[in-house]
């Protein structure tokens, strides 16, 4: 088991965000979470990878407690992120948004008289990551130039320059059309293999890429866990279906 | 290579400045000098990291005041120990400063850093045995490289030897900014700037970064504050006054802070433009608060920013 959370629960205020959520991820496992919006999808990516604190409940990463040590340490110990939301540097180029990643990686944020430019294990480490998101040719544009799918494919590029053990995508799909969703799908699964992630968590809406990519789904409804099971199970599962998926769209019924 | 050879022909002209051009105006190229170092070490907060200081004439006011209390009350003379000990003394009092600070950002930093400009002006100008209040304190003639220099005529001093010494002083302490811009340090700086969040979730410590980049513009700011008196040969708490920390903001705006010696440009600008508006007007702030609305208005790239609309904008191949 590499990650595994018990009895999460969070609070907005009086708002019940998360009532209690467990979960467990194990080695070589894709999970996507899955719900309606508001059922808690990203306060629980939030809460695992540190950027917010559980009200109560608790999170393990490769049996150590990383309750609220914060996501830089999670980082350190082979937790990687991307955002629903594009998170990207703007005035960064792409190369220089990659280096940024493996600097952390190899710890060389603190050498403040080496050339950066002279940093061949650094610039090769980017390189490497653009080349394998297809970002190589577009190494010298400014993220901010970037169309709205690249900067996407950036976020996630850099979090897999971290070369992380397990990684969360918030998202990686949303804001992107749907011709393109399958091919960045393939390469998100290219890419886990070449720097051998040993874990994905995947929060996405479209159904078609759940259903194509997880080995299990977690289904969430108002905080809590409706459903934890294989693909083929969770479209057996009427409840789930009816709560969760059929609302969302007509496309995927229920087999 | 074009900014190479402009470089070249800058650093020329400023060493022949001496040789050709009047005392007066030579005496003036020394608080440029002194204030390109000091603007050096703000930009790396300022562009680099994206933290608006208002409160960095406390530095200043560290090294200027190092500086006199060494040559009155001990009988360190040497400009080198001055400058050293001045060094020492900023990246304390930024340390201690800092660590309070960088927790905040935006306008919740700059005015946490004007609180602490304002604490230790009132220092200065309080603790009279120390500092000699607001008459301020007198700084010797220092010697430099360990010559005595104390024979020379007094403009002869300052437009010769020590001319000559606070521009190999800008010119080591541009080297070592640079090298600190173009280095991992810097691109990660950058990224904290930009977006902290996405920064914090690539592994990096933000506030552990920011505390770095303060203390090092703390440094700069000391060793150009030293830099200061000995043209006047005498420091007092205007120096660090928060009017003062304003002027070195607006200098660095006036240049550009986007470009790595824009707020060096601005400091020349602002130090020659306010010598010829004071001379004409005496409300020269006037003067200078309508061109700080022009340049934030029309120009936010500063000076700097409308040299590099004349021509393409060259993407940095780091």
């Known amino acids: ?255 | 290579m074009r900014g190479r050879a402009v470089l070249a022909l800058v650093a020329l002209a400023v060493l022949l400045v001496p040789l050709v051009a009047p005392a007066y105006h030579v005496l003036l190229m020394l608080p440029f000098m002194a204030y390109a170092v000091v603007l050096l070490g703000l930009n790396l907060l300022f562009g680099s990291a994206g933290l608006v200081s208002f409160g960095h004439a406390l530095f200043i006011g560290v090294g200027a005041y190092t500086g006199a209390v060494l040559t009155t009350h001990t009988p360190v003379r040497s400009l080198e120990v001055i400058l050293l000990a001045a060094a020492l003394l900023g990246v304390v009092a930024a340390a201690l400063v800092g660590a309070l600070c960088v927790r905040y950002v935006k306008i919740y930093f700059g005015m946490l850093t004007l609180a602490f400009g304002m604490v230790f002006y009132t220092f200065l100008l309080k603790f009279y045995r120390l500092t000699g209040g607001d008459e301020g304190m007198r700084v010797l003639r220092p010697s430099l490289l360990g010559q005595s220099l104390d024979a020379m005529p007094k403009t002869e001093y300052l437009a010769g030897p020590y001319y000559y010494y606070s521009f190999a002083v800008l010119v080591v302490a541009a080297c070592v900014m640079w090298r600190i811009v173009h280095s991992p340090f810097g691109l990660c700086l950058r990224t904290i700037r930009d977006n902290p969040a996405k920064a914090e979730a690539l592994g990096l410590g933000v506030t552990r970064y920011r505390w770095y980049a303060f203390v090092i513009s703390g440094a700069y700011a000391a060793v150009g504050g030293a830099l200061l008196g000995p043209p006047t040969g005498n420091v007092d708490p205007t120096l660090a006054y928060w009017t003062q920390s304003g002027n070195i903001v607006f200098m660095t705006l006036l240049g550009g802070f986007a470009s790595f010696f824009g707020p060096v440009l601005g400091a020349f600008v602002f130090i020659f433009l306010q010598d010829t508006v004071m001379s004409v007007v005496t409300y020269w702030r006037l003067i200078f608060g309508a061109i700080l609305a022009v340049i934030v208005i029309f120009a936010p790239g500063g000076l700097m920013g409308l040299f590099a609309r004349a021509r393409p904008a060259e993407v940095s191949r780091a």
Request: proline share 4%; glycine share 8%; charged share 25%.
């Open chain 1, 1 to 255: 088991m590499i990650l595994e959370a018990r009895e999460l629960t969070k609070f907005y205020g009086d708002f019940c965000a998360l009532a209690g959520v467990s979960l467990a991820v194990d080695e070589g496992e894709c999970v996507s979470i899955i719900g309606p919006n508001g059922a808690g999808k990203s306060t629980l990516i939030n809460v695992l990878t540190g950027a917010l604190r559980p009200t109560s409940g608790s999170v393990r990463f490769k049996e150590r407690d990383v309750h609220g040590i914060g996501p830089v340490a999670l980082v350190r110990l082979g937790m990687a992120r991307s955002f629903q939301l594009v998170h990207i540097f703007p005035d960064l180029t792409v190369l220089e948004t990659l280096q940024a990643a493996v600097i952390s990686r190899l710890g060389r944020g603190t050498r403040l008289f080496a050339a950066l430019a002279n940093d061949r294990a650094v610039r090769e480490g980017a390189l490497e990551v653009a080349e394998l998101f297809g970002l190589a040719d577009k190494r010298y544009t400014l993220a901010r130039h970037l169309p709205q799918g690249d900067k996407k494919l950036l976020d996630v590029a850099s979090a897999f320059a971290l070369r992380p053990e397990i990684i969360l995508l918030d998202e990686p799909t949303s804001g992107i059309s749907t011709a393109d969703k399958a091919s960045i799908m393939e390469t998100l699964v290219t890419a886990s293999r070449r720097i051998g992630l040993r874990a994905i968590i995947l929060v996405e809406h479209d159904m078609d890429i759940v259903f194509g990519y997880s080995d299990r789904i977690i289904a969430l409804h108002q905080g809590k866990v409706l459903a934890d099971a294989p693909p083929a199970r969770i479209k057996a599962d009427r409840q789930v279906v009816d709560t969760v998926i059929g609302r969302r769209r007509g496309d995927v019924a229920p087999c």
